[in-house]
């Protein structure tokens, strides 16, 4: 199957253009090749509305590339008629196909646009809620009052405004927590701080949790500017992720290989041990045989698990 799609021709897309081959230049969409995907979406685009049924259908295959070139073939036919299958895909899984419908809507215009590019701003992806930023810019939306602006400033990450909004930022701020860039939870808990509102303090002695150092030690100072107690800090920094050593596990890689649970545990030397051990067994091997080898290695090599068993259970806990 692999080497039928290496030999696969590639699609002439000015012909099946010339041909008003919708569905040839659908299947064309699906390509790996951002020329042909790129040409086949312009084609498309060309075609107009005629193509949009075909096209909206396509988005149900599961192949995340074809959904994304579909996509962009919508945009460029921008039909109104298009935006509520656009605002289905602002639920896909994946955050490109998200982030590309969001851009999408914004070029078919249209009030209908309008609703899924407001959730769209509250997504936990930086690009979705990017793109349905400045889509709702293109729309010529308006927001009505401060929390709305503040979710618009959120999605641009326009810090300094995101601060003058003070406590109705905080909602898109909190969503921001959420973010799975760490430098952008990072920027949510300084400008928390800077607000410096009280209702702010569960969300931070949360952040006290992140598995982002900067994020927690962040978290920390802008606690204290939002009046939370010192007493309940430690509280927020021991639900921080850990990382611990199993020590069976580096007992269990020391007696099979010795050397490799000292490696386990982050010791240096354990390679050096590993090297050794290598060695020596091949030198006992010649000078002594396989049974007097093993008679010999076996006590060390269990020496040396309960050694590295010894060390992970006494290893303190690191932060991640």
């Known amino acids: 199957m692999l080497f039928d799609t290496i030999l696969q021709k590639k699609p002439d897309i000015a012909v099946l253009s010339q041909q008003r081959d919708i569905p040839g230049l659908i299947r064309a969409l699906s390509s790996r090749d951002p020329a042909v995907q790129s040409a086949a979406a312009r084609a498309l685009g060309e ?3 005629e193509a949009v049924g075909p096209l909206v259908r396509a988005l149900e295959k599961k192949d995340r590339n074809l959904r994304l070139g579909v996509i962009g073939a919508l945009a460029g036919i921008r039909d109104p008629g298009a935006a509520e299958a656009l605002a289905g895909m602002m639920q896909d899984p994946a ?4 982030w590309q419908a969001a851009i999408a809507l914004g070029e078919t215009g249209g009030s209908e646009a309008v609703a899924p590019l407001l959730h769209g701003l509250e997504d936990r992806d930086k690009y979705v809620r990017y793109g349905s930023a400045l889509s709702l810019k293109k729309t010529g939306y308006q927001p009505s009052d401060e929390r709305g602006r503040a979710w618009y400033y959120a999605a641009m990450q326009d810090w300094e405004r995101l601060r003058a909004v003070n406590a109705s930022a905080l909602p898109a701020l909190y969503n921001l927590l959420r973010d799975t860039d760490p430098d952008v939870r990072v920027h949510a808990v300084r400008v928390l701080g800077d607000i410096g509102d009280k209702d702010a303090g569960p969300a931070l002695v949360r952040s006290l949790g992140d598995a982002d150092r900067q994020v927690r030690w962040e978290a920390a100072l802008a606690s204290q500017k939002c009046g939370v107690p010192p007493l309940y800090l430690p509280r927020g920094l021991y639900q921080r992720p850990r990382i611990t050593k199993n020590p069976l596990i580096a007992g269990f890689l020391n007696f099979m290989l010795p050397g ?3 490696g386990y545990l982050g010791k240096w030397w354990g390679i050096m041990i590993f090297q050794i051990d290598i060695t020596v067994t091949v030198w006992l091997f010649k000078a002594q045989g396989e049974t007097n080898t093993y008679s010999v290695l076996f006590p060390l090599y269990l020496l040396l698990a309960v ?7 006494n290893m303190p806990e ?3």
Do not use: D, M, N, T
Request: aromatic letters at 16%; zero cysteines.
């Open 307 to 313: 050694h590295a068993w010894y060390l992970a259970r």
């Open 318 to 320: 690191e932060p991640a």
């Open 95 to 98: 955050s490109e196909v998200r």
């Open 47 to 49: 075609i107009g509305p």
């Open 260 to 262: 490799l649970g000292y």
